[in-house]
């Protein structure tokens, strides 16, 4: 049970920061990779890599993660 909690954890977050850096890209052009030397640089193809397979992780398990999904309306 806690490797789930953990697993949903760092999914959590690493949406998170996919969703500010959407944000940061919308508003002012910035994109986080900049600090990593550019969307072509290997660390920031894993970094989309890993917000992608976050949104899918959490996409498959939300119902059961999720304490307002389970709530009676």
């Not at 909690?5 to 959407?22: I, P, Q, R």
């Not at 994109?31 to 397979?53: M, W």
């Amino acid at each position: 049970m806690y490797t789930m909690k953990a697993l949903h954890m760092v999914a959590f977050t690493l949406l998170a920061v996919g969703g500010l850096n959407w944000l940061a890209l919308a508003l002012t052009g910035w994109d986080i990779s900049q600090l990593f030397g550019g969307p072509e640089t290997t660390i920031a193809k894993a970094i989309y890599i890993l917000v992608g397979l976050s949104a899918i992780s959490e996409l498959a398990t939300h119902k059961q993660n999720c304490r307002r999904c389970t709530m009676p309306a």
